[in-house]
């Protein structure tokens, strides 16, 4: 038995709302240290991000410098002058707080939520830290083995031997090449190693601090001060070098005999933050593979059936922004795959989009950001990446009006200055045995090897 839907009784959806400017009080401490500090009454938590730049400054140290950051983001809880780390980890617990520490390419990162009561105890511990972590050598063994495990994991896994294959193939020489590090050099770090690294590389100076919450922007900024204050480490935080475009032609097949699926993988520059040409490419990438509604998804998932979860995405690091394709197919359909997935790009640059497909995009793109930014959580990250990036907490208004100012012939032009296939590095990670023959009617074909796959 089915039941008819009157579809004219669903009201139609309402404008979206403006993006608030985030009520931010802006400063910087004697050492250099930028402090962003939000207001947002209400709910009795404060979010705290630490932003310290933290990247590799040449390829022939990335390897290194990433297997011993991928050690200290957790060693560095390990102890400080006056705390061990259960004590370290009691202090923070007893004011609802539990400091995470990350790395990735661009920066080291320590973020944690915690009651409002606790601001001047957690601060004075995340200083203690940033002054006088210990990296006691008994313990940077165990983990830096800990380490070293979850990367070897992490490297037998498809999807990440691909993601590696193309950003080795698209970065070249530069730091970003070296996604994750090698093992070995991972269990190679000591205590020593960390201490060095630490002094050297977590500095004040071009770091920032936002705070998101329940706070009086005065009050937090002198408890900030009288905390922060004697982190005064000479230097200044280092940003990694502008990203090269290589743009490699053909498609490099690395070899994985015997997979059963293929993963393609196709990525080009995009353009950064405070480029004009952005919200144009943002919208682009929505209607051709950004969400569940897009060309992508409909024909390679829903009419072909190729795969599960096709997906295009834009990303910003701190030296170049990309324009990113992912899909994961059978080994038997990779060349049809591929070959609609360029398809669909190609028509993203020769033909305009419908209207229709433009205000849905936008409607998405413009209720995510209202969505990332409504809790103190969502709104104190975006505000570290935003500002880490050099862009006022005003930048999401700005790129609001921006969004809706964009028109189908403006979204064409972005596409084919992005989007064309022409413009994206190519690789799939598959059984060359398989798949070459597929992939060799498409374009020239370089078959590799990974030492992981």
């Known amino acids: 038995m089915t039941t008819g839907l009157d579809l004219t009784l669903i009201p139609p959806l309402g404008e979206p709302r403006p993006q608030p400017v985030p009520a931010a009080e802006e400063s910087t401490l004697p050492n250099g240290l930028r402090l962003i ?3 947002r009454p209400g709910v009795p938590l404060i979010e705290l991000r630490l932003r310290v730049p933290f990247a590799a400054t040449t390829a022939a140290d990335a390897g290194l410098h990433t297997a011993r950051g991928s050690v200290l983001s957790g060693a560095v809880l390990l102890g400080s002058a006056q705390h061990d ?4 980890a009691e202090l923070l617990q007893g004011h609802g707080a539990e400091l995470s520490v990350s790395t990735d390419a661009d920066r080291l990162l320590f973020a944690t939520t915690l009651l409002p009561d606790g601001l001047a105890p957690v601060l004075g511990m995340l200083a203690e830290l940033l002054t006088g972590a ?7 063994e165990g983990e830096r083995e800990r380490v070293a495990e979850r990367i070897r994991i992490a490297l037998s896994q498809p999807g990440v031997i691909a993601r590696s294959s193309l950003a080795a193939r698209r970065y070249g020489e ?4 070296i996604t994750l590090p090698d093992p070995e050099l991972v269990t190679s770090v000591d205590g020593d190693a960390l201490r060095d690294l630490h002094r050297a590389r977590v500095l004040p100076a071009g770091s920032t601090l936002v705070l998101v919450g329940d706070l009086d922007p005065r009050a937090t900024a002198e408890a900030a001060a009288d905390a922060l204050g004697d982190w005064t480490v000479s230097g200044h935080a280092v940003e990694a070098p502008p990203a090269p475009d290589l743009r490699a032609t053909g498609i490099e097949l690395v070899d994985r005999s015997g997979a059963v699926q293929s993963n393609i993988r196709l990525g080009g520059p995009a353009p950064g933050r405070t480029d004009p040409d952005l919200a144009a490419v943002r919208l682009a990438n ?29 990303d910003h690091q701190a030296a170049g922004s990309s324009f990113l394709v992912e899909a994961d197919v059978a080994t038997e359909v990779t060349g049809p795959a591929l070959l609609e997935t360029w398809y669909e790009l190609g028509r993203m640059a020769l033909l305009p989009v419908t209207e229709a497909e433009l205000d849905g995009a936008r409607r998405y793109i413009l209720g995510s950001m209202a969505l990332s930014t409504a809790t103190h959580a969502g709104m104190a990250s975006t505000l570290s990446a935003l500002v880490g990036a050099g862009l006022p907490p005003g930048w ?3 790129h609001q009006r921006d969004l809706a100012a964009v028109t189908v012939g403006q979204v064409q032009e972005a596409s084919r200055r992005y989007l064309a296939p022409s413009a994206l590095t ?3 990670l598959g059984d060359a045995g398989r798949v070459a023959d597929q992939l060799e009617p498409l374009a020239p074909v370089s078959i590799t090897r990974s030492a992981s796959a």
């Open 85 to 88: 780390q259960t004590g370290i």
């Open 174 to 177: 530069h730091p970003y090449a």
């Open 286 to 314: 929505m209607i051709y593979g950004g969400y569940f509604s897009s060309r992508l998804v409909e024909n390679i998932r829903e009419r072909r059936g190729y795969t599960y979860s096709p997906r295009s995405s834009v």
């Open 134 to 140: 210990t990296y006691p050598d008994d313990r940077v």
């Open 37 to 39: 500090l939000v207001p």
């Open 426 to 428: 190519a690789v799939v």
């Open 396 to 398: 999401l208004a700005e």
